[in-house]
């Protein structure tokens, strides 16, 4: 099978990483094209631009980091619409919400392609060991030709229906993912404030319901001040910003998950945007502390 891949980032990189090691051809682009050419060591040809990717290939991934990337990486300049045409798959791995996935979508199929979303849950590691989760929603018969693909990237897919499920379920669990890190980082601190060992904390925790396998893998690297991005705390931000405008939609107010994103922003405001998004941590930590 070939495919086109768009996006060379943490995640972009291991998942078109993880095709070529199982055999199918594929050609990459990346905004900065110097990230193509470790790719390429490893057997991938390279595309110029979107258009000319999607020129190639019958499929084409993306995995672009926010909703402005994915809209001008389609509509753009030299983007996907300018080769689309009948029978060609899109394929927006990305996370990005339901509105732009339905604008994706709707110019896609209008020049007779066809269109899946599919973001992912599960991190760089997942994305290197082929064990995402996938949520897909769009075209079923789509979704069908790129089991094979899929069953590469990820552990286990859903097909969630209609357009904007996917989005919208994959908001939902990021949400649900920078609440619990917020309260935990919460607690880490205050374990640290009160003279209690946060080390303790963890191991307390791991023996009960609330030791999850984020807290316990984040945990000890936090304590570290280890903030190597696995996923960039920016992008939580826009996740829990994507997932707070999803509830204003359908009137639910979310007060812990609106408590998180102002800590995310805060975070974000100390220059840790570009860390792991358990930096949010530090700016915990921070507060009530002469800066
Ligand atoms: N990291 C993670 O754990 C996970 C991330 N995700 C989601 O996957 C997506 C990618 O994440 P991740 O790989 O971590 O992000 P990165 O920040 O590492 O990569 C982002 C990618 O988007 C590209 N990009 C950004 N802006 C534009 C633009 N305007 N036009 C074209 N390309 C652009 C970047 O290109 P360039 O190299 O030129 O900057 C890069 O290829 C995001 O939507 C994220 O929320 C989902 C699950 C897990
Ligand atoms: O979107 C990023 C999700 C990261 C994870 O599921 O661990």
């Given at each position: 099978m070939e495919v086109g891949f768009l996006g060379l980032g943490i995640m972009g990189k291991a998942m078109a990483m993880n095709l070529l090691s199982n055999g199918f051809k594929v050609t990459v682009w990346n905004?900065?094209?110097?990230?193509c050419e470790e790719l390429v060591e490893h057997g991938a040809s390279v595309g110029e631009t979107p258009a000319a990717v999607v020129k190639k290939c019958k499929y084409t991934i993306a995995m672009l980091s926010d909703p402005p990337a994915a809209i001008s990486v389609v509509?753009?300049?030299?983007?996907?619409?300018?080769?689309?045409?009948?029978?060609k798959g899109y394929i927006d791995m990305s996370t990005v919400d339901a509105d732009t996935s339905s604008k994706i979508s709707k110019a896609i199929t209008e020049v007779g392609g066809r269109f899946l979303e599919a973001p992912v849950s599960g991190s760089k590691k997942p994305a290197e060991d082929g064990q995402l989760i996938i949520l897909a929603a769009g075209e079923k018969a789509l979704y069908e030709e790129m089991l094979t693909a899929f069953s590469v990237l990820g552990k286990k897919d859903f097909?969630?229906?209609?357009?904007g499920n996917g989005a919208k379920m994959k908001l939902i669990v990021n949400m649900i993912m920078g609440s619990t890190m917020n309260a935990f980082s919460e607690g880490l601190a205050l374990a640290g404030r009160t003279g209690l060992s946060p080390e303790t904390l963890i191991d307390v925790l791991g023996l009960g319901a609330v030791g999850n396998p984020m807290i316990m893998m984040k945990g000890p690297t936090m304590l570290k001040s280890?903030?190597?991005?696995?996923?960039p705390l920016k992008h939580q931000q826009k996740d829990m910003r994507l997932a707070l405008a999803l509830g204003e939609e359908n009137a639910l107010a979310m007060p812990v998950a609106a408590a998180a994103n102002e800590a995310f922003i805060r975070a974000k405001s100390l220059?840790?945007?570009?860390?792991?998004?358990?930096?949010v941590y530090e700016a915990v930590k921070a507060e009530g502390l002469k800066q």
């Open positions: 905004r900065t094209l110097s990230k509509f753009g300049n030299d983007g996907v619409l300018e080769q689309m045409c009948d029978g097909f969630l229906g209609e357009v280890n903030y190597s991005p696995a996923f220059g840790l945007g570009d860390q792991d998004f358990s930096a």
